[in-house]
């Protein structure tokens, strides 16, 4: 049980961070991820939409006690990182820098299967 609460926990960080640290760019306004956002697409008012809310899923991934919110957490970032990926496979095919999307989502189901086995047990 110790080595998978340590897959777990590693996971869970590694995701909930790449996830918060992808959000700050668009809160502070940084002229590039705004460029990639109209560049896909979207309205610049979804930029700190999306950005919260990747935050706030962040830290209820990182919270313990609320696995309600923690499951609506994992599925809002699944959201998130299919739609991304959707939206840059749309926009410009498929190009390398969608690994940029397709990685973290492979630690973040790592991090909710792992979960699953702990909330088993």
């Known amino acids: 049980m110790k080595s998978v609460k340590i897959i777990y ?19 502070m306004n940084v002229k590039e991820a705004l460029d990639a956002m109209a560049r896909l ?25 609320f696995p309600k919110i923690r499951e609506w957490a994992y599925a809002g970032l699944f959201f998130d ?10 926009t410009s095919g498929l190009r390398p820098d969608i690994l ?8 973040g189901i790592i ?6 086995k702990i909330a088993k047990a």
């Open 9 to 27: 926990w590693t996971s869970t960080i590694v995701f909930a961070v790449f996830m918060a640290f992808t959000a700050i760019p668009s809160l």
């Open 41 to 65: 697409g979207y309205p610049l008012y979804f930029t700190k939409f999306i950005a919260v809310a990747k935050i706030l899923g962040a830290i209820a991934l990182l919270v313990p006690g």
């Open 81 to 90: 990182l299919i739609g991304a990926a959707f939206s840059i496979y749309s």
């Open 100 to 107: 940029f999307v397709v990685v973290p989502a492979l630690v």
């Open 111 to 116: 991090s909710y299967l792992y979960n699953q």
